[in-house]
């Protein structure tokens, strides 16, 4: 595996690399990942869980109160729930979706894995996820693990960012171009 200072970095890396090591220690990693699936879709679903993690006005006492009663009505228990709680009274629950992140990166990595972030403007079916998983294991020879985000304001298409690379395919971008070159013939 790659050294893990490469794949994550900064204070939400740390924190990442340290859970995972914990989860590998005691064969949690799957766990741990479904945990964190559950807990990025009330994120995405829920603008009242975002502010909670993100505003400075509430006190670590507060959040963590918060965060705990959250996990229990999702479900989510263990080591997760135990970083999270720990997270949170250390205030730096504004960065759980970067350590989420980090800890996908570290698992993926561990498992000979890469992820690629995708943002579409509709949610993929469970074909088109499969379609491009076995596209993107084409173009990099390695399975790839993928974190889809729906941007309505793409339209169409998709971008795919693999690393350093990034591929724009969306319909706003090309429509976006067209208009460009509109502009320069006229």
Known sequence: MAGKDTIVSGMAGRYASALFDLAKEENALDAVSKDFDVLSAA???SADLRRLTRSPVFSAEEQEK???AVMD???VKGLTAKFVSLVAV?????ALEGM???YRALVAADRGAITAE??????LSKQRRDELAGALKEITGKTVDFDVKVDPKILGGLIVRLGSRMVDASLKTKLNSIKLAMKEVG
Not at 90 to 94: G, H, K, Y
Not at 118 to 123: H, I, L, P, R
């Open 43 to 45: 994120l995405a679903e």
């Open 66 to 68: 918060a965060i705990s």
């Open 73 to 75: 009505k999702l479900g």
């Open 90 to 94: 250390n205030r730096r629950l504004f």
């Open 100 to 102: 989420i992140k980090g």
């Open 118 to 123: 995708v943002t579409v403007a509709e949610d």
